[in-house]
């Protein structure tokens, strides 16, 4: 935690109290000018921040920014969360969580920015990440599992973000396979994960997380692949980002742990739950050509499981999953 | 050795001057042979596979175990970098993008030679040790399976 986040952290453990300079001071190891300055960074910030005489600094408002001192506060988890650092701007929330992954980052690390300015997709593909309205966060997780079952943590990521877009903003989020999350057929969020491996071990695998939550029809861009939507745009209501962070974090953090005690089985069967396309005809198209039959569900590995038209079962491994009709050959 | 990688195999001797190749590990003993006119190649397995010589076993040949598939050593001078997982190989960053390496490249250790993806969790192989590119076994977007052979690298 960063001196700044130290002094938030203060005044949110006495609220509505004047906390003196010297206390301060005194508490986090440093000068009373270091106390001064980190003050004046708060308030530039936003922070309301009055400083009575003989009495000390109380804080009054908080804007809406997601600070490191705010997320860990009150944050109800046993892995996720141990260390968060935030940014009012950053390249990519996953470039930089890689950074300090390399340099040994605690599992459990979280790195949030309130704007991203080269967030990306699958692929390079641009991810918008504009200022203050949306979730763009990553999560750092040190699995000992086999590297053939890394991306079992694809669905535990996609069932967490729409569990918890369906608790805290009271929608009826889906997924779509492997791991888009639809609200009525629109993307509300973006998944990117990346593990660095070798083959017997995994040094780290990271869950990149991009949630629209109050972005505005015009904060879209005009050319996107799929049509798209934000949780304000479908509840007409603004969410708290802080709150919506802190379940999230809280959800994955209980998904997590029953992933390592209890296997991919429980994660899996939310995901069906949750899937939009479970016992419907669909048509997956492979490049090289495409094959229709029933989706069934996910195998043990998270493979989708589909009765191709002729009764045979296949596993599905890439490709994009589409409903069609179904054409009655009698 | 499985019959694609014994085809590169004989690719790559026969994309040189070398005239006699030996290869022998616990498993099998390969020996190719080239004269002016013909070409010799010759597989043997000293133990025989249980599994092939169980009655209506299938006749392809059983899953080498995991190490070996993973370490397919072609030639003293090369080694062979394999797929961690099965997914989808991709070998540039993006679609319009460079390739991450070509042939002939020489790459320092830690440098990204390919992506594998599998359902949406993306791998970055990197080099494990400073080598030169000697040949792209799998083509962008392609399918790969678990210990299959993505490059021949020399290393350096």
Redesign the interface.
């Known amino acids: 935690m960063t001196s700044r986040d130290k002094i938030l952290s203060l005044f949110r453990t006495h609220p509505d109290h004047y906390i003196s300079g010297q206390e301060i001071s005194r508490s986090l190891k440093i000068s009373r000018a270091a106390v001064w300055k980190q003050v004046k960074v708060l308030r530039e910030l936003g922070f309301e921040i009055e400083a009575k005489h003989s009495q000390g600094y109380r804080l009054l408002t908080t804007p809406d920014l997601l600070l490191a001192a705010d997320i860990e506060n009150g944050l109800d988890c046993q892995i996720m969360g141990q260390s968060v650092v935030s940014f009012p701007e950053v390249d990519s929330t996953n470039v930089q969580l890689r950074r300090l992954a390399e340099d040994g980052a605690l599992e459990g690390t979280v790195v949030v920015a309130d704007r991203q300015s080269a967030g990306r997709g699958?692929?390079?593909?641009r991810w918008e990440s504009p200022f203050g309205v949306n979730l763009y966060c990553s999560i750092l997780l040190r699995p000992q599992i086999p590297?053939?079952q890394?991306?079992q943590?694809?669905?535990l990521s996609a069932v967490a973000v729409a569990e918890t877009l369906n608790k805290v903003c009271h929608m009826s989020a889906k997924v779509k396979w492997?791991?888009d999350i639809l609200i009525d057929g629109a993307k509300i969020s973006g998944?990117?994960?990346?593990?660095?491996?070798?083959?017997?071990q995994i040094h780290f695998?990271i869950l990149g997380i991009g949630i629209n939550l109050n972005m505005t029809a015009d904060q879209f861009p005009d050319e996107l692949k799929y049509p798209a939507t934000s949780a304000f745009l479908e509840t007409g209501e603004t969410v708290n980002r802080l709150v919506f962070l802190q379940e999230l974090l809280q959800c994955l953090d209980r998904y997590y742990s029953e992933f390592l005690t209890d296997g991919f089985i429980p994660i899996r069967r939310r995901w069906e739950n949750l899937c939009n396309m479970m016992n419907m005809h669909v048509e997956i198209e492979q490049?090289h050509g495409s094959i229709c039959g029933t989706v069934v569900g996910l195998d043990p590995e998270?493979?989708l499981r589909v009765q191709l038209d002729n009764g045979q079962m296949e596993r599905i491994?890439?490709g994009d999953v589409t409903p069609v009709d179904k054409i009655d050959q009698e | 050795m499985k019959l694609r990688d014994l085809k590169s195999l004989i690719k790559l001797v026969t994309d040189t001057d070398i005239t006699e190749f030996n290869m022998e590990n616990q498993e099998e003993k390969i020996h190719i042979k080239r004269g002016s006119n013909q070409e010799v190649i010759h597989v043997s397995s000293p133990v025989a596979p249980v599994a092939a010589a169980t009655p209506g076993a299938p006749a392809q040949v059983a899953p080498a175990p995991a190490t070996a598939v993973a370490e397919p050593v072609v030639d003293d001078n090369y080694d062979s970098v394999s797929s961690p997982m099965v997914g989808t190989i991709y070998r540039k960053p993006s679609p319009d993008a460079d390739p991450f390496v070509k042939v002939g490249d020489i790459v320092e250790a830690g440098q990204t030679l390919c992506l594998v993806e599998a359902m949406k969790l993306f791998n970055e192989i990197e080099a494990e040790f400073k080598c030169k590119i000697i040949e792209i076994v799998k083509g962008d977007a392609t399918p790969v399976e678990f210990g299959e052979t993505l490059f021949i690298v020399e290393k350096l």
């Open positions: 699958r692929l390079g593909r590297v053939q890394a991306s943590l694809t669905f492997p791991n998944l990117l994960n990346e593990m660095n491996a070798e083959t017997e695998v490049g998270g493979a491994l890439a």
